[in-house]
């Protein structure tokens, strides 16, 4: 145990140590010379969200048909819409990502498992778990990493996994932690937020989270994302998806307030 807990200490440090400095091996954002990407460019980073416990049929089609014309990457819902996602968006090239024990995270394991694998069988491409995050502030990493295991084992090859760490329910050291122990076990991607809790993404906490887990794994920056200097802010920090509900305004330029 004390042995993992130097690793740890070393790796929390390390990374903290090379916030506000220039590291060449951690992406840095657009550089000057870059053209400024327009509105439109952002389509196919965006997971188009719809994770309201009151959304309806209409409103998962609406979500579903928006994402077929704009072209967006993904429609993000919860696990008893991806059936009919997948349906309507047959043929689009637009896939299903479904959450899972989504929002809280406190869910058994083996309940987290078993929803990704009917989101995966009912046609879910991507999963985005939420994390025990209980676990992770009581130092427990060890149901950390198991928990993350489990849904990890549970998706066929081929499906991308993003761990929701909600990262602002945590210190700089635990985010760090948490996305560590998802990098280790597998996960594809890191992921700033649920949206249901005290904040969603910001650009600190995205450049942290790149940061550790380094170029060759995706960062999600989701929550709070209003507008396109919004998700221009995210994607210089180092974001590589955007999981927002204004999918539509933002390709389209307009800037809105509120929303996941």
Not at 4 to 13: D, F, H, S, T, Y
Not at 18 to 33: F, H, I, L, N, Y
Not at 168 to 174: K, Q
Not at 207 to 231: C, H, Q, S, W, Y
Request: hydrophobic letters at 45%; one cysteine or more.
């Amino acid at each position: 145990m004390m042995d993992e807990e130097k690793v740890i200490e070393r790796i929390v440090q390390e990374v903290l140590s090379r916030m506000g400095t220039k590291d060449p091996s951690a992406p840095q954002g657009r550089k000057p010379e870059t053209p400024r990407i327009v509105p439109a460019d952002l389509a196919s980073l965006i997971d188009h969200t719809l994770l309201k416990p009151e959304a309806t049929e209409e409103q998962v089609d609406v979500l579903c048909d928006e994402a077929a014309k704009h072209r967006f990457y993904s429609v993000c819902v919860n696990a008893s819409w991806v059936e009919r996602c997948a349906r309507r968006l047959g043929g689009t090239g637009v896939k299903v990502c479904a959450v899972v024990g989504f929002p809280l995270g406190a869910m058994a394991s083996r309940v987290k498992a078993f929803e990704a694998r009917t989101a995966v069988s009912h046609g879910a491409a991507e999963i985005d778990m939420v994390m025990n995050i209980g676990a992770l502030k009581a130092g427990d990493l060890k149901t950390v990493r198991e928990d993350m295991l489990a849904v990890r084992r549970a998706c066929r090859s081929g499906i991308v996994l993003k761990v929701i760490i909600e990262a602002c329910l945590l210190s700089d050291a635990e985010k760090v932690l948490a996305c560590q122990i998802a990098k280790d076990t597998g996960a594809d991607f890191v992921k700033t937020s649920t949206g249901f809790s005290k904040t969603g993404a910001t650009p600190a906490d995205v450049a942290l989270m790149r940061r550790t887990v380094g170029p060759a794994m995706g960062v999600k920056a989701a929550g709070g994302i209003r507008n396109f200097e919004d998700a221009l802010a995210m994607l210089d920090a180092g974001a590589t998806r955007l999981g927002t509900s204004q999918g539509v305004s933002l390709v389209s330029g307009q800037a809105l307030g509120g929303g996941y």
